[in-house]
């Protein structure tokens, strides 16, 4: 896995590539998000549009970054969700949970 | 297709998940099954397998798994055991219940339960827990699909 991280009208754009599975890293974005919160960077957008596999830990991780930063007063969004993430997503009633978008600018106007 | 047995034995280490969802994709894929059958039956054996190293032999690399794919023309089964102690399923908690949904763990065997058409998980008498997932296959769909694109 890797990720890359920009910055677009004060929201921090993390892309993610490769897997989000148990024995990938998954703890990475969960370790980069915590980094970003500190540095008092509240507002997240994780893209997962080049994510080629997600796991139950890697839906896991990406609950545990959502609290962790809701916990913080911060908002943590998707973009770019693949059909078989999305599907994982809404079986496990996870779609209520999360704000997703396919429009990066969009997702960056809803902060 | 004749039934056959494909069994597989591995130690308990995470590195091995892409393995055996690479044996299972080659599997489902000469069943002919379609892609999104063979990605979710993937998934299932990969959490299953997941689980086995995870909670059952507690990431022991001394302890080992078995994977068994017992290919029928009806339908494709896969037993995956460890050598744990076992849990008791009922006592899992629902994921979708509202005060879960933001846990960060127990959906693994929720998601399994879904992509699979049988699931169950048994205590061995001799030590370890098995589970049995059960995938049908339905070829004929297959065969009446080509017949009524040769009879337009």
């Not at chain 1, 993390?14 to 960077?41: C, F, M, P, W, Y």
């Not at chain 1, 999305?86 to 396919?102: D, R």
């Not at chain 2, 078995?66 to 494709?76: C, G, H, I, K, Y």
């Amino acid at each position: 896995m890797r990720i890359d991280t920009r910055t677009a009208n004060g929201v921090t754009i993390l892309d993610v590539h490769g897997k989000i599975t148990i024995g990938e890293g998954s703890a990475e974005i969960r370790n980069r998000v915590r980094d970003l919160l500190q540095s008092g960077r509240k507002n997240i957008l994780l893209n997962l549009s080049d994510v080629s596999y997600v796991d139950s830990s890697g839906i896991g991780e990406l609950v545990s970054c959502y609290t962790t930063v809701a916990n913080q007063g911060g908002h943590l969004k998707l973009l770019g969700l693949t059909r078989k993430v999305q599907e994982l997503l809404a079986i496990t009633k996870l779609l209520t949970v999360f704000e997703s978008y396919e429009d990066e600018k969009k997702a960056i106007a809803s902060y | 297709m004749r039934k056959c047995d494909i069994e597989i034995s591995l130690a308990s280490e995470l590195r091995y998940l892409d393995v055996i969802q690479g044996v299972s994709d080659s599997i489902t894929r000469m069943l002919e099954l379609d892609d999104d059958t063979r990605y979710w039956v993937g998934m299932s054996v990969r959490e299953s397998v997941t689980n086995a190293i995870l909670h059952g032999n507690k990431m022991d690399e001394g302890k080992r798994v078995w994977v068994r794919f017992n290919l029928a023309p009806e339908s494709l089964v896969i037993y995956v055991r460890d050598e744990g102690a076992g849990f008791d399923e009922s006592k899992l908690p629902d994921p979708l219940d509202p005060k879960n949904l933001l846990r960060p763990s127990g959906r693994g065997i929720f998601y399994i339960r879904t992509f699979m058409d049988d699931v169950r998980y048994t205590i061995l008498p001799e030590g370890g827990m098995e589970v049995r997932m059960e995938k049908r296959v339905n070829h004929k769909v297959k065969g009446d699909q080509e017949g009524e694109a040769n009879a337009n």
